[in-house]
C-alpha cells in the first residue's frame, strides 16, 4: 500500500534515459543535441553584419530593443505572475541583465539574429525546439566572460575556463523572452538572406544562358 514516488523526469520525457543522458539534455536541450560553438556561430554573425544596410538605423533598433527587454524583465507583473516561480524568475533576471549590461545592443541583437539564421540553413544542427532553444540561450550568454566559472586542472596544471549552466526552467525561460524580443528582427534577416540568394541565382542563370547556344 505504500504510494509510489513520482519520477521527476516524466514530465519531459527523459524517464526512460540514463544519468549521463538526462545530463545532456539539461545542458543542450535534448541528449542528441551536439553543442553549437560560438566559432561555428561566426560565419553567421559576419553574415548578418553584412546583410544589414544602414547599420546606424539597425543600432538605434537594437539598442531601443534591449532596453525595452530589460524593463519587461524586470517588470513586477512578472515576478506576481502565477505562471511564474519566484526563484526561477529572479534567477532569470539576474542573468539577463547580467548579460544585457556587459554586452552592448548591438551584438546581443545580431548574435541572436544569426542563431535563427544558423537553424534556417542548417536545420539539421538543432534536434528539437527546445534543442534550439537551450543553445539559443547558451550562445546569447556566452557573449560575456561572466557567464563562465574557471578552475585549476592539477592533470594539465592550467586553468580550465567552463560554462555555468543553468536550471532547464531558468533557461526556457530566457529563451522565452528572447525569442519574442528578436524574432522580428531576425525575420527581417532572414528574408534578406533569402533575397540575396535569389539575385545571385537569377545573375548565375543569366549569365550561363547568356554563354549557352
Known sequence: MRSARRCRFAASGWASYCERCRQRARRHGAPEQVPIRKAELMKYVKRVKRLIRNRE???????ELAGVLA?????PEARSN???VVRWKKKATEEMMRVLRDVDATSGGVTVAAAFLMRDQEPRRFVS?????????RLWRSQTGLAFGSFWNQRTDKVVSVYKDLPPRVVETIALFLVETYARFAGYVIAADRREKDRATALDETLSAGFSD
Open 57 to 63: 538605423r539597425i543600432e538605434t533598433y537594437l539598442l
Open 129 to 137: 525546439d527546445p534543442a534550439f532553444r537551450t543553445q539559443l540561450v
Open 82 to 84: 502565477g505562471v511564474w
Open 71 to 75: 524593463d519587461v524583465v524586470q517588470m
